[in-house]
C-alpha cells in the first residue's frame, strides 16, 4: 500500500475528533436516561440514540453506511449476530445498524478507555478472554441475555483480522451459546471497510460501506455435538460473501477458501 497523502491524515484526525465529540454528547444523555429505564428500554434507547449520533457523522465525514439483506431477519426474533471484525469502524458501524435490542460482547480492555469505556459498560457484556473463569461468567451471562429475549452480538475471530485473509479462525462461544439457547444465527459481512480504512492505523477516507445481513442459520434441535458443524457452516458462508462482494479482495489475487 502506498504512504498515505497528507489529506488523509487531516481528514482522518477531524473524522475521529468528531467521532468523539459526538460521543461525549451520546453518553451525557445515556447517562442522564438510563437509571430511568429498565434493561431492555436502556439498550434500546441507548442504541437508538447512538444511530442518531452516526447519521450525524455520516453526513459530515461522508462515510456512509448502506445495508443490504434486512428482508432475511425478524424484528420479532432474538438472534446470535456475527459479524467479521478489521478495524474501530467495525463496532461503531454495527451499533448503528442493528434494529433489534442486543448486547455485544466486549474485551474488557476497553472499560479502561476514558469516554469509550463508560459507554460500554452501560449495554455490553464484559469479556477477558486470557482468564477461563471470565470467559464461563460471560458465557452463562450471554446465554441467561439470550433467554430472556435480547440479542448478541460477536465477533468471533476474537481480535481485528489484520491479515489478508477475509476471516480468522472463529472461537466456539459464539455458537456454543446459540446451541445452548437455541436461538439462529445471523452473519454479517462487512464489506468494503478495509479499502476506506488503512491497516493497523487510525487513517480512514470517506465511501460507503455494506452492511450485509445474510440468511439465518438455525440451532433449534442442535446440541454440542453439532458446534463444528456449525461454526464451519458460519464460516464458510461468510468467507464466501466476503470474498464474492468485497471490493478490496477484487483486487488481490483471491486467497485460497480454507477452514
Not at 75 to 96: C, E, P, Q
Not at 105 to 117: N, R
Not at 153 to 161: K, M, Y
Not at 219 to 235: A, H, M
Request: hydrophobic share 45%; net charge positive.
Amino acid at each position: 500500500m502506498k504512504t498515505p497523502h497528507l489529506i488523509w491524515w487531516l481528514y482522518s484526525f477531524y473524522a475521529w475528533a468528531l467521532c468523539l465529540f459526538l460521543a461525549f454528547f451520546m453518553l451525557l444523555i445515556a447517562l442522564c436516561s438510563s437509571p430511568f429505564l429498565g434493561e431492555r428500554e436502556r439498550i434500546s434507547w441507548f442504541f437508538r440514540v447512538n444511530r442518531i449520533f452516526m447519521l450525524v457523522w455520516s453526513f459530515f465525514t461522508g462515510l456512509k453506511l448502506e445495508i443490504e439483506g434486512a428482508h432475511n431477519i425478524s424484528k420479532d426474533k432474538t438472534y446470535v449476530f456475527i459479524a467479521n471484525h478489521t478495524n474501530l469502524l467495525d463496532v461503531l458501524l454495527v451499533g448503528s445498524a442493528l434494529q433489534h435490542p442486543y448486547k455485544p460482547l466486549a474485551k474488557y480492555e476497553l472499560w479502561d478507555l476514558p469516554l469509550i469505556g463508560k459507554m460500554i459498560d452501560l449495554v455490553s457484556v464484559p469479556v477477558n478472554r486470557s482468564d477461563a473463569e471470565s470467559r464461563l461468567r460471560s458465557f452463562h451471562q450471554m446465554v441467561h441475555t439470550l433467554k430472556r429475549g435480547i440479542s448478541i452480538l460477536v465477533f468471533p475471530e476474537g481480535t481485528r483480522n489484520l491479515s489478508n485473509n477475509p476471516l480468522l479462525p472463529f472461537k466456539n462461544g459464539a455458537f456454543r451459546m446459540a446451541i445452548d439457547a437455541q436461538v439462529p444465527i445471523v452473519p454479517i459481512s462487512l464489506l468494503n471497510v478495509r479499502s476506506l480504512h488503512f491497516k493497523g492505523t487510525l487513517l480512514v477516507k470517506p465511501g460507503t460501506i455494506t452492511l450485509k445481513y445474510l440468511s439465518p442459520i438455525p440451532t433449534e434441535g442442535l446440541t454440542p455435538e453439532n458446534l463444528s458443524q456449525l461454526r464451519r457452516q458460519v464460516y464458510q458462508a461468510m468467507q464466501a460473501d466476503i470474498l464474492a462482494n468485497d471490493p478490496w479482495f477484487q483486487s488481490l489475487h483471491r486467497p485460497k477458501l480454507s477452514f
